[in-house]
């Protein structure tokens, strides 16, 4: 059965970090490009970050230099780290697996003092 399963998230002070994983199975998680995505209550989901399969990166204006998605293809699993962390990254952050149409059930990140 194939399934992305985000870990990772949880409660953090502003300006701190944290390290979200995301594994795949059942798919051939080397032809994907992998995404992260996030919502916030109220709004629409946006993209945070790509990897692509060949390893290329981009990110939205809103978290460059402060994220980092990689990959890790033996291990099928995609990574976001998030330094520098602000209240409006508060959001449930999805994983997407682009060429299989998949996307995970989501990890809360919550900013907050």
């Known amino acids: 059965q194939a399934q992305l399963v985000e870990s990772g998230g949880g409660l953090v002070q502003p300006g701190g970090s944290l390290r979200l994983s995301c594994a795949a199975s059942g798919i051939i998680f080397t032809t994907n490009n992998m995404g992260w995505y996030r919502q916030a209550p109220g709004k629409q989901r946006e993209l945070v970050a790509v990897?692509?399969?060949?390893?290329?990166?981009n990110y939205a204006d809103s978290v460059k230099g402060r994220f980092t998605i990689s990959r890790h293809n033996a291990k099928a699993t995609v990574y976001l780290q998030m330094n520098s962390l602000k209240p409006e990254d508060t959001a449930v952050y999805y994983c997407?697996?682009?060429?299989?149409?998949?996307w995970g059930q989501g990890t809360q990140v919550t900013v907050s003092s």
């Open positions: 990897i692509t399969y060949a390893g290329f990166t």
């Open positions: 997407n697996a682009e060429r299989s149409r998949l």
